[in-house]
């Protein structure tokens, strides 16, 4: 879950602000070991609108927490303690764009999150608290360090009132958090101390929990605001659209060597891009179009049933209508439009077939990802301060 390095050792509360959000575990870390499985690539673009369930997105955690009977989005809901219903993309992306429209959930304590995230854990996040309603958090992390305190910063929006589209523009010169396609803020690689400039392959995750839960870590609820109150609940995050596109190309990312540097990256089958690329397109479609997921033989991360589920769904025509699709290089725009006019159609189809499709999901494989207990974090975290040191 998201123990940081620097809560977990005790730093001053004080400095929690902007660290508490950090990954601290990830299943097989290039940086510390040689044999990790090499990273799918989306090579293309994703969009799904909310509906039914995000066909390239696995769950993480709360598979049951996410409720899709909604029409205005799928609701990630906390309800209880514990609950941390997370979704994550079974594809990566080096360099590229997530976007997000949505409400962030209301309630002390409550933190709602969409994040990008390597395997050696480079890290871009939106994070919104549910006791702030005005206000998103963005932040980042290198290479799992935790050990400075400047990476988080604050923007003014109606955050839980009103869907708003946030975006993750990540390139090699520069990365841009934006909502509503405005810029809020601008990173370059220069303004990051070090080399924690977020530069590895990422999936795309989104999810909501509890900061506030009572076994916390003190300043990790002070933090989010908390202790949460679930008498008040259940506090919904609602996401309506997800948007993902990959500048790279090609069957999947590899990492050469145990650096963790951008130029040790190789795009097997393509290129490492600067823009978006004309890929094949990995993502599942739901068109019934044969380039259903490719999950790489060697994927730890992917049973193949996966993309075997995602093939057959796709075929037997349950999401005919869906507002699932991969473009090879359309423009976000020409997707988001063709998809918004049948908002309330894809709705309807894609809700049919999400219960059809349930198993589709291997969640069992990774759930257990986020829900290791919080000495499976220290460990995690004890590796990474060991490196860091
Ligand atoms: C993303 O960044 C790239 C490279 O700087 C730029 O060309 C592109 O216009 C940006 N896209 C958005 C949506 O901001």
């Known amino acids: 879950m998201r123990f940081s390095i620097a809560s977990i050792l005790a730093v001053s ?162 990365l841009e958090w934006l909502i509503d396609d405005v810029v809020v803020r601008t990173l370059t690689p220069a303004m990051v101390k070090g080399d924690y400039y977020p530069q590895t392959p990422m999936t795309a995750r989104i999810g909501i929990w509890s900061g506030g839960d009572s076994d916390n870590e003190p300043g990790v609820i002070a933090w989010s605001g908390g202790p949460t109150n679930y008498k008040e609940g259940p506090y919904d995050m609602i996401v309506k659209k997800i948007y993902v596109q990959d500048y790279s190309s090609g069957k999947e990312y590899r990492y050469t060597d145990q650096s963790g540097s951008a130029d040790s990256i190789e795009a097997v089958g393509g290129e490492i891009g600067a823009g978006p690329q004309s890929g094949a397109g990995n993502a599942a479609t739901a068109t019934g179009s044969p380039s259903a997921y490719n999950a790489p033989s060697n994927s730890g991360r992917l049973p193949s049933s996966t993309s075997k589920s995602e093939a057959t769904s796709g075929a037997s025509g349950n999401n005919a209508d869906s507002s699932e699709s991969t473009h090879n290089s359309a423009s976000p725009s020409s997707s988001s439009s063709s998809s918004a006019g049948a908002n309330g159609a894809a709705y309807i189809a894609t809700g049919g077939s999400s219960s059809g499709s349930s198993e589709t999901y291997t969640g069992a494989a990774s759930s257990t990802m986020a829900v290791k207990t919080a000495g499976l974090a220290l460990a995690a975290a004890g590796l990474i301060v060991g490196w860091i040191l």
């Not at 299943?27 to 909310?50: F, Q």
């Not at 799928?74 to 079974?90: G, L, Q």
């Not at 935790?146 to 955050?159: I, N, P």
Request: net charge negative.
């Open 13 to 174: 509360p004080a400095l929690l602000s902007s660290v508490v959000s950090a990954q601290t575990y990830s299943e097989c870390n290039p940086m510390l070991r040689r044999d990790c499985p090499a990273n799918p690539a989306l090579s293309g673009t994703y969009a799904h609108i909310y509906g039914g369930e995000a066909s390239s997105f696995k769950y993480l955690a709360g598979k049951d927490m996410i409720k899709y009977g909604s029409s205005d989005g799928a609701h990630f809901r906390v309800e209880k303690s514990k609950d941390s219903p997370t979704i994550v993309s079974n594809f990566y992306i080096m360099w590229g764009k997530f976007e997000v429209t949505m409400k962030a959930a209301p309630g002390a304590g409550i933190v709602s999150s969409i994040v990008l995230q390597s395997d050696d854990l480079d890290e871009i996040d939106w994070e919104w608290l549910g006791g702030k309603p005005d206000e998103a958090q963005s932040n980042y992390f290198g290479k799992g360090n935790t050990a400075t305190y400047d990476r988080g910063a604050f923007h003014t929006v109606d955050s839980q009132a009103t869907f708003h589209k946030y975006g993750l523009n990540w390139t090699a010169e520069k």
